[in-house]
């Protein structure tokens, strides 16, 4: 890859999108880590080959940051030598990538066919209704967001959901209301400790 | 996972000699795992702990790690070992663990079972009668463990290894007749000899179409170029599918030894295998497997000293149902929008970056190195006139035991449900069965003593497709069924083509018009014309066969579509425009949250009283059902 150009450099720092993006709503700068950036470098360093490795990337970059943002999908388009509108239209065609931040607790509730045949519309319902978010949201405290998903495989569990990695199954309203309970309790916990280590100074040098 | 070789007594790379000498230290105490023998006292016990997807959603791992614990407590360490097979199927009964070679299998564990399992049964040597795997005949006959139906009728080749050995590890599978397939390959067999096995054996591609394998085989062999890949789809998207996971998790090298054998006979040195996103833990057991054969010599340059190079890598989808269509898979491959185009070429001349390709799904890769092995006669034999073998199905829905099942073809639906599915959990009658996914069909229940095979399933309207069966019982809406995966096709159409991206698009409308209270008759006829010109005139499997849901409710339970327009009643009670609530005296409990959800103000009464539903203001939007927590308001 040549010099980074002036372009190039200001994105990396500012996250402002001077070209195809420039009408979207542009995100804060600071929500991307600037390690995002040289993630994308040394993965296409360590990847020689062609388009194929756009997936890939892709996957790579949201494992990473948990969604892709269009400055991000921008500078993945650059260091392709692709245009942004192709890599755009990968992000919008596939399901699994989204352009939009998740929740801390990534609720995907299953929809294929075992549990639509056990209730799963049910339980969407319940998790509508308890969050007060709709499928695609995210919660105001970024704690929660809602996703549906056709079927995650875990039929004989019906009906199923993923929170992050983890599949809970043979769900009910009830159930769903006490899984949210806990995770709220969870994340409060969690913050706790983690205001407690910063108190006490303690964190590793 | 634990393998049963330390990491340094594997040589680096292996040969035949090393291949031999694994198989036959290890086969022997393998061969105990499918045995059943008890009132003996074993020198040696082994606990094989389900860790398929399933059962590690419901702590399998904890539950492994308890026994180890348990059985290390017990100083039973040197007599017993755990270990993590893959998926043994009855997905239902998990966290799930067999003793061998007493041949027990222990449902739904828990620490506390386990302490039980551990003093009682390997310890004590008596087998927990309450705990252990039971089931009762309708004739009142109490069967144990392997003689329950789920397992006594199933015959297991794609799923040979699938909950008997480690998937982690490579001398299990060596030991479990692996690579032998592959070195008769290399050295004893001319490629036309494979083909011609192939062929003889009357494999059928599993992933839906049903094309004779051996055939496809030969046109990717026969095609001109130097360049050629080998690809196995694994973007199993049908919902309700889920045997190509089960395999890819229990035993994913017999399909990396299934592909290295393809690339030998048809001269490719590359392969792909294009897994979803959705299947992590199948993408980890995979490059475990992928690394473990390299590391092996098993995959890369001159394999067994063969001279046969080959190498596979593992493509992630991300999400779209479009991309099991195998022109759509190799564009995302490529990196672009997974969108299909139209056939001729086939991938057999023109895929992968326009070279010819040789694409099979995970369920027919599977079946490769037993036919070679035991030969083309011997798969031939299984099976019926037309479709051989057998075929795994995922069996989910209203069953009682659900799970992945594999059964000779031509067994009856009724066997498959009555039988092995163990009938219908809820206790209300067999309605139907959903096979082959949003490109299927229903098979009613009238029907359920057809033999399952590719043609007789046509005939009825359904398609074999990739194996997932969902069975429903009297509580499910056959025209919401149909509405469900219409929906599903309308989300997942690419957009390509107007006659699938437009055209279900006006059938989804039609049906939700109907569900919702508001279908005429003739809308019936416009579903059925609509469906025949998608099905004629679409680019893609996805779109041709995206109105066979529609069509075949229509064609099984006309009935039911006429009772919503006409009646404008849902006969199972599940649309909610068209039912009536009510709030049931004995289990309302006062609460008031279906007053507060009703957004018309329907539903009175005072905290802590029985509450009632005002017909007149009722707008049956369904609100009350989801608030009440009691299961006091009801719909009929």
Not at chain 2, 265 to 270: A, C, L, T
Not at chain 2, 281 to 300: H, K, P, S
Request: aromatic share 6%.
């Amino acid at each position: 890859m040549s010099e980074r150009t002036g372009v190039e450099e200001r994105q990396r720092t500012t996250g402002e999108l001077p070209g195809f993006f420039g009408t979207q709503e542009p995100l804060p700068a600071d929500e991307i880590r600037p390690e995002v950036w040289d993630l994308i470098d040394q993965w296409v360093a360590a990847h020689p080959g062609g388009r194929e490795r756009l997936i890939p990337l892709l996957h790579r970059v949201q494992e990473e940051i948990g969604y892709l943002p269009f400055p991000v999908q921008e500078y993945v388009a650059q260091q392709l030598a692709l245009s942004p509108i192709e890599v755009y239209g990968v992000v919008s065609f596939y399901h699994f990538f989204t352009t939009n931040p998740r929740g801390r607790y990534q609720l995907k509730v299953c929809m294929g066919t075992a549990c639509f045949v056990r209730q799963g519309q049910r339980v969407l319902e319940a998790i509508e209704s308890l969050l007060a978010i709709g499928i695609g949201d995210v919660t105001e405290d970024r704690l929660f967001s809602l996703e549906q998903v056709r079927c995650i495989g875990a039929c004989g569990l019906a009906p199923a959901m993923m929170v992050n990695d983890e599949v809970h199954g043979h769900l009910t309203a009830t159930e769903v209301r006490k899984l949210v309970r806990k995770l709220r309790a969870r994340a409060r916990r969690e913050s706790a400790a983690s205001a407690e280590e910063e108190a006490s100074g303690d964190e590793p040098a | 996972m634990a393998t049963n070789l330390p990491d340094s007594a594997i040589p680096n790379p292996l040969t035949r000699t090393d291949l031999a000498a694994i198989r036959s230290a290890l086969s022997t105490q393998l061969a105990t795992r499918l045995e059943s023998r008890r009132g003996e006292t074993p020198v040696r016990r082994e606990v094989l702990v389900c860790a398929g997807g399933a059962c590690v959603s419901c702590h399998a791992d904890s539950v492994a790690q308890a026994l180890r614990d348990e059985v290390a407590g017990a100083g039973l360490q040197d007599a017993v070992r755990v270990v993590e097979v893959g998926c043994m199927g009855l997905c239902d009964a998990g966290p799930l663990a067999l003793v061998v070679p007493d041949g027990v299998y222990y449902p739904m564990l828990d620490p506390e079972k386990v302490q039980r399992v551990v003093s009682e049964h390997l310890a004590g040597n008596t087998p927990v009668a309450d705990l252990e795997l039971a089931w009762e005949t309708p004739e009142g006959k109490l069967l144990h463990s392997r003689e329950v139906p789920f397992f006594a009728r199933q015959q297991k080749i794609a799923l040979r290894n699938c909950g008997v050995i480690d998937p982690a590890s490579l001398e299990e599978y060596v030991a479990a007749d692996g690579y032998r397939a592959l070195e008769k390959v290399l050295f004893d067999l001319e490629a036309t000899e494979v083909l011609d096995a192939l062929k003889r054996s009357g494999l059928r591609g599993r992933g839906g179409a049903g094309f004779p394998a051996g055939l496809k085989w030969q046109f990717v062999r026969e095609a001109a170029g130097d360049v050629k890949y080998v690809v196995c789809n694994a973007d199993e998207g049908d919902p309700g599918a889920f045997m190509d996971r089960s395999i890819l998790e229990g035993d994913p090298l017999s399909v990396i030894e299934a592909m290295t054998i393809a690339g030998r006979v048809i001269g490719s040195r590359q392969g792909y295998i294009y897994v979803r996103a959705e299947y992590p833990l199948a993408i980890e057991r995979l490059e475990g497997a992928i690394e473990n054969a390299w590391r092996c010599g098993l995959l890369g340059p001159d394999i067994l000293g063969s001279g046969h190079t080959f190498e596979v890598e593992i493509r992630i989808g991300a999400g779209a149902f479009v991309c099991g269509e195998e022109t759509a898979l190799m564009r995302s491959i490529e990196g672009q929008r997974g969108t299909p185009r139209p056939r001729p070429p086939f991938p057999a001349q023109c895929g992968l970056w326009n070279r010819p390709t040789l694409l099979n799904n995970v369920e027919t890769w599977a079946n490769v190195p037993p036919i070679l092995l035991r030969g083309a006669d011997w798969y031939a034999g299984i099976g019926t006139q037309r479709s051989k073998g057998t075929k795994v199905f995922a069996l989910a829905g209203a069953v009682r035991n659900t799970g992945l099942v594999e059964v000779p073809m031509g067994v009856s639906l009724a066997e498959v449900v009555e039988e092995i599915g163990g009938g219908m959990r809820s206790g209300l009658p067999f309605k139907a069965a959903q096979s082959g996914g949003p490109s299927g069909g229903c098979i009613p229940a009238s029907a359920a003593d057809t033999p399952i095979d590719y043609e007789s399933l046509q005939e009825l309207g359904a398609i074999m497709g990739s194996g997932g069966l969902i069975v429903m019982d009297s509580s499910t809406c056959m025209v919401e069924l149909a509405r469900f995966f219409l929906e599903f096709v309308v989300d997942e159409s690419c957009g390509k083509c107007p006659p699938c991206r437009i055209g279900t698009r006006v059938m989804l409308n039609t049906l939700e018009e109907i569900t919702a209270g508001r279908g005429r008759l003739e809308d019936l006829d416009l579903l059925e014309s609509m469906a025949a010109h998608i099905k004629g005139t679409a680019l893609c499997g996805l779109g041709q066969t995206g109105p066979n849901p529609v069509l075949s409710t229509l064609r099984h339970f006309r009935e039911e579509y006429e009772a919503h327009v006409v009646d404008r009643r849902c006969p199972a009670g599940q649309c909610k425009a068209l039912l009536t609530y009510s709030i049931s005296e004995e289990l309302c409990n006062g609460c008031g949250l279906c007053a507060k959800a009703c957004p018309s103000d329907a539903i009175s009464g005072t905290i802590k009283h029985v509450h009632s539903v005002n017909q007149e203001l009722c707008i049956h939007c369904g609100s009350c059902l989801t608030a009440c927590p009691t299961g006091a308001l009801v719909g009929h």
